[in-house]
T-cell receptor, first 113, second 114 residues
């Protein structure tokens, strides 16, 4: 079956620090990969996505590259802000599983001023 | 962009009563909607997939008689938690799928059963 494994948190950083959240996956088919962000008490917002190998998704200073050879999709941001404090979910959508989304456990990130 | 409206955002109900949660796609037609449940500090668990005009497909371990899903139109899906008990307290999130927009999530409903 499909699964997503992401770095356990919580992660606490100072403002302007470098953030990386590791994510690896297993999939039956050729999945699309996503990072979602959840702010307290809210639903999920798509942060970025990549649909094929070597694609780089980017948004709001965040980046992630689809690495098929290592089955990874690590999230990075060079300089975090307090407003980046949230829970981040790595996810995949597999055509071999009717495109259902499978989520990682989520990583809580807290950025201190 | 695509917007999914979920209502209510918070609800408190007494044990034994039923609660209905609505999920609407505001500016697109969603042929498929998904319902998730999220426990504190945990990931989203897919409960069921609903397709307009047909019965929902439930994930293993989800009681279909307890969590009734109706997808009567291309813009509305509802989840009814029947005979709610405290263990049903959770954060419920819907998602709509559309070819051009991919997955769009509602803002979630915090259900507390007392």
């Amino acid at each position: 079956g499909n699964s997503v494994t992401q770095m356990e948190g919580p992660v606490t950083l100072s403002e302007e620090a470098f953030l990386t959240i590791n994510c690896t996956y297993t999939a039956t088919g050729y999945p699309s990969l996503f990072w979602y962000v959840q702010y307290p008490g809210e639903g999920l917002q798509l942060l970025l996505k990549a649909t094929k190998a070597d694609d780089k998704g980017s948004n709001k200073g965040f980046e992630a590259t689809y690495r098929k050879e290592t089955t990874s999709f690590h999230l990075e941001k060079g300089s975090v802000q307090v407003s980046d404090s949230a829970v981040y979910f790595c996810a995949l959508s597999d055509p071999a599983d009717d495109y259902k989304l499978s989520f990682g456990a989520g990583t809580t990130v807290t950025v201190r001023a | 962009g695509a917007v999914v409206s979920q209502h209510p955002s918070r609800v408190i109900c007494k044990s034994g009563t039923s609660v209905k949660i609505e999920c609407r796609s505001l500016d697109f037609q969603a042929t498929t909607m998904f319902w998730y449940r999220q426990f504190p500090k945990q990931s989203l668990m897919l409960m069921a997939t609903s397709n307009e005009g047909s019965k929902a497909t439930y994930e293993q371990g989800v009681e279909k008689d307890k969590f009734l899903i109706n997808h009567a139109s291309l813009t509305l899906s509802t989840l009814t938690v029947t005979s709610a008990h405290p263990e049903d307290s959770s954060f419920y999130i819907c998602s709509a799928s559309e070819v051009n927009y991919g997955y769009t999530f509602g803002s979630g409903t915090r259900l507390t059963v007392v």
